[in-house]
Each structure stands twice: as structure tokens, then as C-alpha cells.
């Protein structure tokens, strides 16, 4: 084999290094751009804590983002939504389902609500596996959405201090941004 061949041989080799290499960055660049659209997951949140989560969806929160507060190794855990009404008129709301896995928590949650002075709605579906709602609005009222949250952790699926996983749906990722005011 000549010199020349060497070198052509040589720039191939490099060709073929410099495509893999490329290839291995955008496969890493495709990973974390993947990565970076999924939900925000914190496992282990002490429920003290839970009101800075709810602040944060009040806050950052899109029309219709949500969070859901569930109980580790359970299937129990509530949802907390947000709806923009427009005008500044901004909405907190629980919806708590009548579904299979919250039978045996629906009696309890209700006379929890009723017991607490909590006014609520039933709001009903057309489906087969969730048959209705226990719909709860607090406004713009944080701590109080933040107390109801830790009644239902405490008296309804009875979990006294233990930590919870919070997990954010359509939240906005800037700290501080206030969406729908």
C-alpha cells in the first residue's frame, strides 16, 4: 500500500470516527430534549412542603395544568387543577373521582368536606369506569387548598407525616412567572 493510499484510507477512518461521534451527540441531544418534556416528578416531598408546590401551580400553572399529590406505594392521591377564566379570574380546583380504586375513600372524602364547612359540587360523568366527581374551588386561596389537601393525606387515605410525591402537568418551567393574572 503507497503513501496515498495511507492518507485516503486515514481521512476515511477519521470520516467514519467524526459520523459516529455525531451521530452519538444527537442521540444524546435527543435523549435529554425527550427528558425535558416529561412532567416534573418530586418523590419524597415532606408535607410541609406541599404548600410551595400548590404556590407553584397557582403561579405557573397553564389553563388546565394540574398537579397530582399521590401517596408512595398507593394508588391514592388527589388532583389540583388550574383554570384561567380570564379577566385575572384564576381558579384552584380539586377533583376527586368516583373510580375503583377511590370507592372505599368517596363516603369518607365527602363527609371529611362536609365536616370541615368545605362546600363542594358532584359533577357527573358519562363514563363507565368514573361515574362522578367530588369537584372542590378555592379561588386563588393557596393555604387553603394546601389544608384541604393535607385533611384528605391525614383522615381519608390516613398517611399522618409521610412524605408524598407531587407530580406537575402543562406548568410553566420559569420561577416567579405569574400565567393568567
Same mark, same amino acid.
Given at each position: 500500500?503507497?503513501?496515498?493510499?495511507?492518507?485516503?484510507?486515514?481521512?476515511?477512518?477519521?470520516?467514519?470516527?467524526?459520523?459516529?461521534?455525531?451521530?452519538?451527540?444527537?442521540?444524546?441531544?435527543?435523549?435529554?430534549?425527550?427528558?425535558?418534556?416529561?412532567?416534573?416528578?418530586?418523590?419524597?416531598?415532606?408535607?410541609?412542603?406541599? #404548600? @410551595? *408546590?400548590?404556590?407553584? %401551580?397557582?403561579?405557573?400553572?397553564? !389553563?388546565? &395544568?394540574?398537579?397530582?399529590?399521590? +401517596?408512595?406505594? /398507593?394508588?391514592?392521591?388527589?388532583?389540583?387543577?388550574?383554570?384561567?377564566?380570564?379577566?385575572?379570574?384564576?381558579?384552584?380546583?380539586?377533583?376527586?373521582?368516583?373510580?375503583?380504586?377511590? #370507592? @372505599? *375513600?368517596?363516603?369518607? %372524602?365527602?363527609?371529611?368536606?362536609? !365536616?370541615? &364547612?368545605?362546600?363542594?359540587?358532584? +359533577?357527573?360523568? /358519562?363514563?363507565?369506569?368514573?361515574?362522578?366527581?367530588?369537584?372542590?374551588?378555592?379561588?386563588?386561596?393557596?393555604?387553603?387548598?394546601?389544608?384541604?389537601?393535607?385533611?384528605?393525606?391525614?383522615?381519608?387515605?390516613?398517611?399522618?407525616?409521610?412524605?408524598?410525591?407531587?407530580?406537575?402537568?402543562?406548568?410553566?418551567?420559569? +420561577?416567579?412567572?405569574?400565567?393568567?393574572?
Amino acid at each position: 500500500m503507497g503513501a496515498d493510499h495511507r492518507i485516503v484510507f486515514r481521512e476515511h477512518i477519521l470520516m467514519v470516527i467524526a459520523t459516529i461521534v455525531m451521530i452519538c451527540v444527537l442521540l444524546v441531544a435527543a435523549y435529554f430534549w425527550h427528558e425535558g418534556k416529561k412532567p416534573a416528578v418530586h418523590r419524597n416531598v415532606p408535607q410541609m412542603d406541599l #404548600e @410551595r *408546590y400548590v404556590i407553584t %401551580l397557582l403561579h405557573q400553572g397553564l !389553563d388546565r &395544568g394540574f398537579m397530582i399529590i399521590k +401517596v408512595p406505594g /398507593s394508588v391514592a392521591g388527589v388532583q389540583l387543577s388550574k383554570h384561567i377564566e380570564g379577566n385575572g379570574v384564576v381558579n384552584l380546583q380539586l377533583d376527586f373521582p368516583l373510580a375503583p380504586w377511590s #370507592e @372505599r *375513600y368517596y363516603a369518607i %372524602l365527602k363527609k371529611e368536606m362536609s !365536616d370541615a &364547612g368545605m362546600p363542594f359540587n358532584i +359533577v357527573k360523568t /358519562s363514563e363507565q369506569v368514573v361515574k362522578e366527581f367530588t369537584q372542590i374551588r378555592f379561588g386563588k386561596d393557596a393555604a387553603k387548598a394546601t389544608e384541604i389537601i393535607r385533611l384528605i393525606l391525614r383522615n381519608v387515605f390516613e398517611v399522618n407525616d409521610s412524605p408524598i410525591q407531587v407530580h406537575f402537568e402543562n406548568v410553566s418551567p420559569k +420561577v416567579g412567572e405569574k400565567v393568567g393574572f
